[in-house]
């Protein structure tokens, strides 16, 4: 197995995540949901922790890839999720939703599998 096709996805989660988490920490989520996602600071906070799991597994990620290579799963199932049920119908709709957010998750859905695939081969 090749280890880099999983860390290369972990980096990854590490460069967006940072700015995020810490955007939502400081009480500053309207910037990251770009105004466009209602959300009370409860929600907020949700968000943030579970992110900020994802972080912190993701540096582990780094030093032991594949027990850590669930984690990616994961990420591509839940994020495939709120795209389909909550952006799609968004977009069908014309109703704002926040496309920096949705980006990324489409971005990861898209090329998470690549790289457990080309891990696992």
């Not at 949901?33 to 409860?42: D, E, I, P, T």
């Not at 795209?83 to 957010?101: D, I, N, S």
Request: net charge positive.
């Amino acid at each position: 197995m090749d280890h880099l096709w999983l860390r290369i996805p972990y980096a990854l989660n590490i460069l967006i995540l940072v700015p995020v988490c810490g955007a939502l920490l400081a009480a500053n989520g309207a910037a990251v949901f770009q105004g466009a996602a209602a959300a009370s600071r409860g929600v907020e906070m949700l968000v943030a922790s579970l992110w900020l799991g994802v972080l912190a597994a993701s540096a582990v990620g780094l030093a032991f890839p594949q027990p850590l290579a669930p984690l990616l799963v994961f990420q591509i199932f839940y994020k495939a999720v709120w795209l389909a049920l909550y952006v799609a119908p968004a977009m069908a709709r014309g109703e704002p939703y926040p496309t920096g957010v949705a980006a990324t998750f489409a971005f990861i859905v898209a090329t998470w599998p690549a790289f457990l695939w080309l891990a696992y081969r």
